[in-house]
């Protein structure tokens, strides 16, 4: 197998870098060689190195077209010979290994590079003077690159209301126009309106084609999010909407951008101001804190719940700040002794922001005095970060549209305009739950549509005790300290008992306290006195927080009085019942068989004796105890003892004949009188069973009328407030009665709660009215 390594791809950097990283990073060209310091040196780190008295007498060559450096490990490997003996030491490269980007003689290359992954890394020779790459084809690299471009088209990726206008995967590595399996990166560009965002792509990656649009008008051009592939370096180019542009979906436009942020690679930020200002700063350094507080946790489960084989870096993407200036100077010219990555790192530490997100920053300008700009300098910034796969590495383009897809329907949905928080670029309610705590004001901590995969809510801060909500709850101190926390709740019966027995212990010892793994732990008058307070000896209490929609409080569930009106409920309801009778016919017949002998037969009375009124189907016959005919209401409603008759001492009806002649006495055979005794007596008793029910039925509907709000559970919504069924919506009135669900307490009509199941959480352990939501819940409710 031939060892020969590749020879570099047309494209790579074949520059001279600076070795000594002194007044820059490492990155910018190197233009001296000082043969006694052993390194190639940019413009600053060679006047910084050599104002130093002991260094300002070496000699330096300027490096020109064609310059061979010298061998990069003979450099290390003469390290600690003498200085006098190092030139003599050290080999002129040969060759340049495009990977380790180093420079090595023939003999370090063999010693390096001749096995192991290493010898297959590209390089480029070194040959007469200058550095020869292969040429396979005969035109020259810039028209092969440009060529390249030619077909490039863009297309909307997300539009301004963040949704994604490409359908799947398959459509958005067409719409590329790469294979799927290309391992690509993603460079994105942010900046103000009116900034040159499009321009500069334009002309940094695709030689002046308008592949994104530019518009001379005021109106922006650039609406949503556009993307379109660069074959040369083989990236995904996104174009976004500008920054303080005019816009109704403000706060969705800047939240899209953090998503485009956030399967970036490299951003560049684009600014065309003579001075940079500090909505750039602030704009990175929230979008850091966002990214760090919402995104690396997403991104992560992103890639658990995806299956991605490559995974998404919870490090943020480079930044790159393209600073366009025509008046003033670039930033760092006025200090030549400090790197401009260090100015802007100290202007956001005096506006108090950490951008610890982002993988690198680096400030790339170029200050234009004529038309057109130079985006050389960005283009070759660019390269040079996309070589780095320390961070962030290429892959397919698959997993970059699944992403995108994850974050969009992660943070999507309106943002409460006042709930925002201006004065950040990224406010934690364009990503976290809008809900509220009524207790104590804090806000969700969770993100947004969090229920519908089944989180709960959840706070940051503890919450307070209000005694408006009463919120707290209970927990079984017993299972606590077995490591278990088991919430209870005092009610009126335990699970065991029937619903009366359940009752006259309620009366006897109080209520309950049942926990599902120890049975009942406590009952408020279990002894005659002494009796101590539940949470000094069984349970603990917990303040929690109270959300709208929601019950988290304890409440009271005791519900012995509504349990006891349910009760007289049905027993009122069966009386009525009972007391209509069977029939008319049998009613009447039945009065007439305890009636005394005297008594005209009811179905012998037709109309009044008195007025004449003719009695219907509906009417009440009554009969005058004194003379035993029969009489309307208001001809016998008179009063008087009628004790020749049997009636008295107490006064009993009468027509008003009898009653004017109450001073003349009645003549009754004695035989009558003693036959009308056992008669009078019968009819007595049956009109005090009669009365009786009538009073039980009176006596029941009445006050349960009156005291059914005192007796309602707390969780129960006040009669007066529910207007219609809380689910069919229809209004009550007086046909369409109002029924209670024992579990949310809402108010429904009796089709749509006519189920029944058992709410130990509410103190009902035995079957109840529920509605058809609450039914439709598993477990116990």
């Known amino acids: 197998?031939?060892?020969?390594?590749?020879?570099?791809?047309?494209?790579?950097?074949?520059?001279?870098?600076?070795?000594?990283?002194?007044?820059?990073?490492?990155?910018?060209?190197?233009?001296?060689?000082?043969?006694?310091?052993?390194?190639?040196?940019?413009?600053?780190?060679?006047?910084?190195?050599?104002?130093?008295?002991?260094?300002?007498?070496?000699?330096?060559?300027?490096?020109?077209?064609?310059?061979?450096?010298?061998?990069?490990?003979?450099?290390?490997?003469?390290?600690?010979?003498?200085?006098?003996?190092?030139?003599?030491?050290?080999?002129?490269?040969?060759?340049?290994?495009?990977?380790?980007?180093?420079?090595?003689?023939?003999?370090?290359?063999?010693?390096?590079?001749?096995?192991?992954?290493?010898?297959?890394?590209?390089?480029?020779?070194?040959?007469?003077?200058?550095?020869?790459?292969?040429?396979?084809?005969?035109?020259?690299?810039?028209?092969?690159?440009?060529?390249?471009?030619?077909?490039?088209?863009?297309?909307?990726?997300v539009d301004e209301t963040e949704e994604?206008?490409?359908?799947?995967?398959?459509?958005?590595?067409?719409?590329?126009?790469?294979?799927?399996?290309?391992?690509?990166?993603?460079?994105?560009?942010?900046?103000?309106?009116?900034?040159?965002?499009?321009?500069?792509?334009?002309?940094?990656?695709?030689?002046?084609?308008?592949?994104?649009?530019?518009?001379?008008?005021?109106e922006s051009c650039t609406v949503g999010v556009w993307a379109a592939y660069d074959p040369v370096h083989k990236m995904v180019v996104i174009d976004t909407e500008g920054l303080l542009g005019a816009t109704v979906n403000l706060s969705q436009r800047t939240r899209l951008l953090l998503k485009v942020l956030a399967i970036s690679d490299l951003i560049i930020y684009r600014t065309h101001a003579d001075r940079l200002h500090n909505d750039l700063f602030k704009f990175l350094g929230d979008a850091s804190e966002a990214y760090l507080k919402h995104f690396t946790k997403e991104l992560k489960a992103t890639t658990a719940r995806c299956g991605l084989d490559v995974p998404l870096s919870t490090l943020g993407p480079g930044v790159i700040i393209f600073h366009e200036t025509v008046y003033t100077q670039l930033l760092g010219?006025?200090?030549?002794?400090?790197?401009?990555?260090?100015?802007?790192?100290?202007?956001?530490?005096?506006?108090?922001?950490?951008?610890?997100?982002?993988?690198?920053?680096?400030?790339?300008?170029?200050?234009?005095?004529?038309?057109?700009?130079?985006?050389?300098?960005?283009?070759?910034?660019?390269?040079?970060?996309?070589?780095?796969?320390?961070?962030?590495?290429?892959?397919?383009?698959?997993?970059?549209?699944?992403?995108?897809?994850?974050?969009?329907?992660?943070f999507c949905g309106e943002i409460p305009d006042d709930q925002m928080a201006h004065s950040s670029f990224f406010p934690d309610e364009y990503f976290t739950c809008s809900s509220v705590c009524l207790s104590c004001g804090c806000g969700c901590k969770n993100s947004m549509n969090h229920a519908k995969e089944g989180v709960p809510h959840e706070a940051k801060n503890r919450c307070r005790y209000i005694h408006q909500y009463d919120n707290r709850v209970y927990t079984c101190k017993a299972c606590y300290e077995r490591g278990h926390e088991v919430r209870v709740v005092p009610k009126t019966s335990a699970s065991t008992d029937s619903p009366w027995l359940g009752l006259a212990k309620y009366a006897w010892s109080g209520y309950v306290i049942e926990c599902p793994n120890c049975g009942v732990v406590y009952r408020s008058r279990q002894y005659w006195f002494g009796n101590q307070d539940p949470v000094d000896t069984v349970v603990r209490t917990e303040i929690v927080h109270v959300w709208p929609g929601t019950d988290c409080s304890l409440k009271d569930n005791n519900n012995a009085a509504q349990r006891l009106i349910d009760g007289m409920n049905f027993m009122a309801q069966s009386v009525s019942e009972l007391s209509l009778g069977p029939t008319k016919a049998v009613t009447s017949w039945l009065t007439d068989q305890i009636a005394?002998?005297?008594?005209?037969?009811?179905?012998?009375?037709?109309?009044?004796?008195?007025?004449?009124?003719?009695?219907?189907?509906?009417?009440?016959?009554?009969?005058?105890?004194?003379?035993?005919?029969?009489?309307?209401?208001?001809?016998?409603?008179?009063?008087?003892?009628?004790?020749?008759r049997g009636w008295g001492p107490a006064p009993v009806r009468v027509c008003d004949s009898c009653y004017d002649n109450r001073g003349i006495q009645l003549e009754v055979p004695e035989a009558a009188t003693d036959e009308e005794g056992g008669t009078v007596m019968a009819r007595k008793v049956g009109e005090a069973v009669q009365n009786t029910l009538g009073a039980v039925v009176t006596a029941i509907d009445i006050p349960l009328g009156l005291v059914k709000d005192a007796a309602r559970p707390a969780y129960w919504v006040p009669d007066h407030e529910i207007l219609h069924c809380h689910n069919c919506r229809k209004e009550f009135n007086i046909k369409l009665s109002k029924h209670h669900c024992r579990a949310c307490g809402q108010g429904f009509c009796d089709e749509c709660s006519h189920e029944r199941r058992a709410v130990p959480s509410r103190g009902w352990d035995h079957p109840v009215r529920v509605c058809f939501n609450c039914n439709k819940k598993p477990g116990d409710l």
């Open 596 to 644: 005394p002998a005297y008594w005209k037969p009811n179905s012998q009375i037709l109309n009044c004796r008195k007025c004449g009124i003719v009695f219907k189907d509906n009417d009440t016959k009554h009969h005058c105890r004194a003379c035993g005919e029969g009489f309307c209401d208001g001809c016998s409603s008179k009063t008087r003892p009628v004790p020749e």
């Open 333 to 410: 010219a006025d200090h030549p002794s400090e790197v401009p990555e260090k100015l802007v790192q100290d202007r956001f530490r005096k506006l108090g922001l950490f951008p610890e997100a982002f993988s690198s920053i680096r400030y790339k300008g170029t200050r234009t005095h004529n038309p057109p700009t130079d985006f050389s300098g960005l283009r070759h910034a660019v390269e040079q970060q996309l070589e780095n796969n320390t961070t962030r590495s290429p892959r397919p383009p698959g997993v970059i549209y699944k992403a995108l897809k994850a974050l969009s329907d992660r």
């Open 1 to 157: 197998m031939s060892a020969q390594p590749p020879t570099a791809e047309k494209g790579l950097n074949t520059a001279l870098l600076c070795q000594e990283s002194y007044a820059c990073s490492g990155t910018d060209e190197a233009t001296f060689e000082c043969d006694e310091c052993g390194s190639l040196q940019c413009q600053r780190c060679e006047e910084e190195l050599h104002r130093q008295e002991r260094l300002r007498n070496h000699e330096r060559t300027r490096i020109k077209a064609g310059h061979i450096p010298y061998c990069d490990t003979c450099k290390i490997a003469s390290g600690n010979i003498m200085q006098s003996n190092i030139l003599s030491s050290r080999q002129r490269a040969a060759i340049r290994c495009q990977t380790c980007k180093i420079n090595l003689c023939i003999e370090c290359q063999k010693r390096t590079h001749a096995g192991g992954n290493k010898r297959k890394h590209p390089i480029t020779v070194y040959h007469n003077g200058k550095p020869s790459v292969d040429e396979n084809e005969g035109m020259d690299e810039e028209t092969k690159k440009k060529k390249m471009t030619e077909n490039v088209v863009s297309f909307l990726l």
């Open 164 to 218: 994604i206008q490409v359908e799947n995967e398959e459509e958005f590595i067409r719409k590329l126009d790469c294979k799927p399996d290309q391992h690509v990166k993603v460079v994105s560009i942010f900046g103000n309106t009116g900034d040159g965002k499009s321009h500069t792509l334009n002309h940094t990656f695709f030689y002046g084609r308008e592949v994104f649009k530019t518009s001379p008008a005021q």
